[in-house]
């Protein structure tokens, strides 16, 4: 990712509120079951809250139960970054959005086929774009 891509901070603490900047910029995480997203249904695809970047469509989501919106694949492989995140005494995979950097959630091996993923993702770091506003990224 070139710093070019990456939003400035400040534009950053003026666009997005209190959470969506702890979620994104501080690798936070938001409670289960309280995210806007977690049982949003409407087909569409899922970007990023920073930068507006595709990350995830509709006809990938799934109900994992988590409390988080699950997903069992990206909308490209090249949306997404993943890199190893040790905090909290766990070893786990970080999902981060490959045009910005911007903390997304983490992936686990414990998600349906065909990939066997669960990209486990916070609400905060998403925007929805319904179908008729989405670019033709996945066919639904």
Known sequence: MSDSARP???EL????DA????V???KGTERAFTGKYNAH???GTYTCVCCGAALFSSAHKYDSGSGWPSYWQPVDDASVRIARDASHGMSREEVLCAAC??????VFPDGPQPTGLRYCINSAS???LPKKDSPDVAKE
């Open 41 to 43: 249904k409407e087909i």
């Open 24 to 26: 994104t910029q501080e």
């Open 8 to 10: 400035r901070k400040d």
């Open 13 to 16: 603490v003026r666009k997005l």
């Open 126 to 128: 998403l925007d929805f």
């Open 101 to 106: 950097d911007a903390h997304l959630g983490h």
């Open 19 to 22: 959470q969506q900047y702890h």
